[in-house]
């Protein structure tokens, strides 16, 4: 089997795990992610931050951090995780470990793996503000869940996801290129992938990385063959491996 990864960046992860288990892969951007310029928001959610009191902060997305980090001066989000109360919730076992590597503590991780999922885990705590970097077509779950409980959310964007310029090269010739599956890890990357191949050879397996891009599949008409407990590289690989096998 060989599987399309499509992702804008971080697809070395993927591509190694798979290798791991015997299954080959393809790279074919089908997304790019630019930064958002907002320094006065990204100074606007470090001092929300550094205020005194407990709060949570909250990651959906490796980018989220990421390019919240590259507007403001280095080591200034770890300094106020270092100094000042807080908590930690993140999206997925990944999004938790950067988290973990700039001194978070304790994180919380829903089982489901949805922001809808993760809204509700912080929402079973007393409410608190909410520290919460995110990219300009996030899922509003955290917000309209927590707001009405009386969290005080601060958010703000910083990365932007959108179609690449080119047309990617395996677009509408998946079959021709070999590929038997593709891997979906977000519901932009759906949407786009979606409008690339409109005549989808039903013989192409739809891999998804959690059940929110599992919805967004099932949103436009189609069924995913897979989805994946956990969105890990080792964890989606595994279950592609197992999926291979129950298949053969």
């Not at 005194?52 to 990651?59: A, H």
């Not at 959906?60 to 770890?78: D, I």
């Not at 677009?171 to 979606?194: H, Q, T, Y």
Request: contains cysteine; proline residues 8%.
């Amino acid at each position: 089997m060989k599987v399309l990864l499509i992702r804008a960046n971080r697809n070395g992860a993927d591509r190694e795990a798979l290798a791991g288990v015997g299954i080959e892969s393809l790279t074919d951007r089908y997304l790019d992610i630019s930064r958002v310029e907002n320094p006065q928001g990204a100074q606007a959610l470090l001092r929300a931050l550094q205020e005194p009191i407990e709060k949570w902060l909250v990651l959906t997305s490796q980018n989220a951090l990421h390019y919240w980090q590259a507007q403001l001066p280095p080591g200034a989000v770890e300094e106020a995780i270092s100094t000042t109360p807080m908590r930690f919730a993140a999206l997925g076992a990944l999004t938790a470990e950067m988290l973990s590597d700039i001194g978070g503590r304790d994180i919380v991780i829903p089982d489901t793996n949805t922001s809808v999922g993760l809204a509700d885990l912080i929402g079973k705590n007393e409410p608190r503000e909410v520290v919460l970097p995110s990219g300009s077509i996030s899922m509003k779950s955290i917000p309209t869940t927590l707001i009405p409980q009386g969290f005080v959310v601060h958010e703000e964007v910083f990365y932007h996801t959108q179609p690449t310029r080119e047309k990617p090269p395996t677009a509408g010739k998946l079959r021709e290129n070999g590929i038997d599956a593709v891997l979906l890890r977000s519901p932009s990357a759906v949407r786009i992938f979606m409008d690339q191949n409109p005549q989808l050879d039903d013989s192409v397996a739809l891999v998804c990385a959690g059940q929110t891009t599992a919805k967004q599949v099932k949103k436009l008409g189609r069924e995913p063959q897979l989805v994946s407990p956990d969105p890990s590289p080792s964890s989606v690989a595994t279950a592609l491996s197992l999926f291979i096998q129950e298949h053969s």
